[in-house]
């Protein structure tokens, strides 16, 4: 009867890792409040997003129900010029899905609940309370404050805690322009005269570049129907610009869309860059879209958050009843570090580069090089157990007419090389992050993997 008190974690936001490390931590014992702005059955965004179904699998944590989601579409890649379109064909059904993200949550909601975590809807968080560098707890915006032996921060890209991490950790406060893409996403409703084409073909363009931009944008049918708008920009965009390219949407797929609004649209930040460098200190780490988890090219991150969260459950159950300083819970990093951010930091400097290669070429690459078999062949072996000694013969026997437009024009295969050798230097820094929590050497490969990103200027 008095036993020592269970350890008190607190969970800051409904992100998807946070979600999972709380299942987890509930089963395990732990005492897990989560904190959430938004009302019970409306946390996330109102529409769905897509996902590999192996996720579930390899966390432990079952499906959502099945009215939760549906097959995702195929993608139909549409070069700057337009005129160029390559079909990226996707996964056999069943691998990857389109889920709706208010469910979603609710699924993890019950799932935490059944765990014994307690769920606290409508109760924003407003900052971190410290003990000097040390992190003790949390304060809500209604005042109250509450103690923890650790805070998750699952609070998504515009995290009010991170910039009040004590200097000491290195946690970067406020990301660069070029970290996030700055999207408007609005769903019309459906041309009624319009017949969408049914699965295998495709039912969604995706448009690199748009009208030249650093950035894409979207339209394609959404699993209810309607039509599903994304404009997106790195460095941000105006409203003005904005409207100009859905303009330019609108007159491309006049005959599937109307003018009525069924979701209206809304800003929203897409976390587009490499990995936090620093995501734990005393009672305090972080996980999902607050750490930058999201792949830096697509800004999907549900599968690495969730992935983050069962790494950082473990290092806490393996550290149960001991202070959560950031030594202990440094294995989390490192083990992150070596399943994810090394190949995202890959990502990252190929993504900048891609992104801000001029228009024209990258239609050249599109209609010369990235030809359909080729597409084909990989995203088979990929992600329709395609046979791999039929998909690599299908390879060898377009590339060698890739390779010789390649060849043709030498400045790029010069640019191509540069760009893979500093790629795989991000890569090889990320994955030297040391073992052994010692401040000193984190110090110095922080400054390493930190330089290892070509911003803009
Ligand atoms: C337009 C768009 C499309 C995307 N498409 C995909 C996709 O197809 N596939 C994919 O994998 N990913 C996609 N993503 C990215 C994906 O949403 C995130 O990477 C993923 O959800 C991980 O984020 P998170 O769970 O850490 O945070 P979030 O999902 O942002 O969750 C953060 C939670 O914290 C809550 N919160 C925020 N502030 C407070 C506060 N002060 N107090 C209390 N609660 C708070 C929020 O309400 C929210 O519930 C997309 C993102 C956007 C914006």
Redesign the pocket.
Known sequence: MFGKKNQHIVV??????GMVAAIYLGKAGFDVDI????KEGE???PWT???MTAVFKRCGIPMPPKEAYSQKNNWLWVSPGVDRRLMFPGTAPGVEISVDRHML?DHFAKLATEAGCKVHYE???KGLLTDGDKIIGIELQNGKKVKADLVID?????S?LRPQAPKKWEIQAHEADDDLML?Y?QFYKRNPGYVPPEYPDYRACMYLKHLGGAGLSWCNLSPDNNMDM?IGRLYGMTKDEMEVMQKDLFKRHADQLTDEVVIPGRF????TRYSLSKIVADGYAL????AFM?IPLT?????S?MDAGVYLSETIIANKGKEMTAKNLWPYQVKYFKKKAGLFAAIDVLKRWVLNLDGDLVDWVFYKVATPKIVESISGMMFRGMNPIVGVLNILSSLPFSLARLFSKPSILKEIGVTLKAAVHALLVAMKIPKKYDEDKIHQWVMDYETSFPHKK
């Not at 929203?268 to 976390?271: A, C, F, M, S, T």
């Open positions: 800051a936001g409904m992100g998807q890792g904190y959430e702005k938004a946390v996330s965004h997003d897509d996902t949550s109760t924003p968080v699952a609070l998504g890209i515009d009010v999207g996403r994304l929203v930040k897409i976390g996980v999902g879209d607050s999201s800004g999907c991150g549900i599968e958050s």
